[in-house]
């Protein structure tokens, strides 16, 4: 018998008791969001001196002629979730620390006009449509002649989802996805043809920071690491919201770390910093995501501010 109410986030990341009838409503008014009028695309770029070009998904077939988009470099496409805008922390942070790492082409996807509702559910269910907007995105750098293998995308809460579902649309899987605490309310395990899913691209990795509450805890990746156990993280106290984006920080972080080590563990219930089944550095996760992928799940260590991944890692 379906319960008559469902626990939901607001928008301070608490929870409250929303009736299955907005739940609904929520779903038909989502499926009638017109993804490609209202999501834009944001373009940095070294050549543009990291300045972003914005773009409509209309103007997309000019990135390569006019905006310095080059196809034999990789492109990672960022994606914010529920509440979120060009202004999250995975959006110009992250693609500022890409572009300090390396020369790449950054795509940021906008779909603030469909994310900034008060309604959680009204944003969960526009997912679907902004995921075919970004497959169609794909498709197209596909058809400029960018390698599948080149692309990844990195996605935070309901933009891991909106990764997943995108790439189980492109025409050819794309070398990976990165999902940052992927939004668990109205997902299910049981339903991986409708959440980020680990056959989304050749390497899923996930990473858990408030599994059980705003985030999955179940293992939905290739690799999937749970910093300190993956329910709630240093620092954060009793704050949801806080432990659930900590998941960015941590991969921006990841990506200038060194000698920053993971260690794996059998199961999602045995999670502890004692695992010893072998360990696999974070950060440089590049050259790693298409040769060996490790699999599995990782207990990971962190400090509780910043820098959060000190040298050393796990003391193992």
């Not at 997902?187 to 959440?195: A, D, G, L, T, Y």
Request: proline share 5%.
């Amino acid at each position: 018998e379906e319960q008559n109410f469902v626990r939901l986030p607001d928008q301070n990341g608490e929870f409250e008791i929303v009736s299955r009838m907005l739940v609904h409503e929520s779903r038909r008014n989502g499926s009638t969001f017109e993804a490609a009028k209202y999501v834009k695309f944001r373009f940095f770029a070294r050549s543009n001196n990291y300045q972003p070009v914005e773009l409509r998904f209309d103007q997309i077939q000019f990135l390569p002629d006019h905006h310095g988009f080059k196809m034999a470099l990789p492109t990672k496409i960022l994606i914010h979730g529920w509440l979120g805008s060009t202004d999250s922390e995975v959006i110009d942070p992250l693609a500022k620390e890409y572009l300090d790492q390396g020369d790449v082409n950054v795509i940021a996807v906008d779909w603030e006009k469909g994310a900034k509702t008060l309604l959680y559910p009204v944003a969960r269910y526009r997912v679907p449509q902004v995921a075919d907007v970004v497959a169609a995105t794909i498709d197209k750098l596909l058809e400029f002649g960018q390698s599948s293998d080149q692309i990844g995308m990195v996605g935070h809460s309901l933009g891991a989802h909106i990764a997943g579902l995108a790439g189980k649309k492109t025409r050819q899987k794309i070398g990976y996805i990165v999902g940052l605490d992927p939004a668990s309310p109205l997902f299910r395990v049981k339903k991986p043809h409708e959440r980020l899913s680990a056959d989304d691209a050749q390497y899923v990795e996930v990473i858990h920071t408030n599994g059980k509450a705003l985030g999955f805890f179940k293992n939905i990746g290739t690799t999937d690491f749970y910093p300190n156990g993956g329910t709630s993280q240093p620092g954060c106290g009793w704050s949801l919201s806080c432990s659930h984006q900590r998941a960015v920080d941590y991969f921006k972080e990841s990506l200038k770390a060194k000698g920053y080590f993971a260690n794996r563990c059998a199961d999602v219930d045995n999670l502890h910093a004692e695992c010893s089944l072998g360990r696999v550095e974070i950060g440089g996760f590049e050259a790693r995501r298409l040769k060996g992928k490790p699999g599995g799940v990782y207990f990971v260590h962190t400090a509780p501010n910043k820098p959060f991944l000190r040298s050393g890692g796990t003391t193992r």
